[in-house]
């Protein structure tokens, strides 16, 4: 069973207005830490947003924000004010218990921002 | 800029080989991974180190290796090169101290097998 699923493949989204990238997770372990990268053309992999799963508060980088819902297993992205330069595949991922053993990756979702 | 530096940036290579792609992780950082990026796949997982030892396996095949060094930069070998190893291959490093284990990715290989 997958334990990230990112169910948009792609979406498209007119610049400046919010979007909304979709993630779940599937773990049994009470600690963990969920993670979204962005993937630009150009290739590379730019950590945007961390949440650990005691944290009290959704975490907010900039213009990103992470809508956490525990209970429903969901850690969705949000961008506020999109930017054509926000056009990218991003991955949400996912750290089981404390060790830093690895990372586990959802398939991604490509976001368009249209002019 | 994350500050993990990853040689060469592409490789052409022809099926039967052997090659090895490079790393260095951030100044400071102990733990060493690697990725494998493909259209079909996605990103695997493949391996960590960390401080020289191995701390976890994932889906890496028997015709890779890798090993990190006394100085911390980690070598990815990868032989006998099929059609399917063409892909991108990513290392990342981390600081287990941070609390949070983000890990910060290279620019990439991108291997072709011919």
């Known amino acids: 069973a997958q334990k990230i699923t990112q169910t948009q493949p792609g979406m498209f989204v007119q610049e400046k207005e919010a979007v909304t990238l979709d993630c779940t997770y599937d773990?049994?372990?009470?600690?963990?830490?969920l993670f979204w990268y962005k993937q630009p053309s150009s290739g590379e992999m730019i950590f945007l947003i961390y949440?650990?799963?005691?944290?009290?508060q959704n975490a907010t980088e900039g213009r990103y924000s992470l809508n956490f819902q525990k209970a429903r297993k969901s850690a969705n992205l949000v961008i506020s004010a999109s930017q054509l330069g926000d056009s990218a595949m991003y991955f949400c991922a996912m750290r089981e218990g404390n060790r830093d053993d690895k990372i586990i990756f959802g398939k991604g979702t490509r976001l368009h921002i249209l002019p | 800029d994350s500050g993990v530096t990853q040689t060469p940036k592409h490789l052409i290579t022809a099926t039967g080989q052997r090659v090895t792609l490079r790393c260095s992780p951030r100044?400071?950082?102990?733990?060493v991974y690697w990725y494998q990026q493909s259209l079909d796949q996605g990103l695997q997982f493949l391996i960590h180190?960390?401080?020289?030892?191995?701390?976890a396996k994932g889906n890496i095949l028997e015709r890779f290796s890798a090993q990190q060094f006394p100085d911390l930069h980690s070598e990815l070998n990868l032989s006998s090169l099929e059609l399917g190893d063409s892909a991108l291959y990513f290392c990342?490093?981390?600081?287990?101290?941070?609390?949070?284990?983000?890990?910060?990715f290279g620019p990439g290989t991108r291997l072709t097998v011919l």
């Open positions: 100044s400071g950082d102990l733990s």
């Open positions: 180190y960390y401080n020289g030892e191995e701390r």
């Open positions: 773990t049994s372990d009470p600690s963990y830490g």
């Open positions: 990342a490093s981390s600081v287990v101290t941070s609390g949070k284990g983000e890990q910060f």
């Open positions: 949440q650990g799963s005691y944290d009290q």
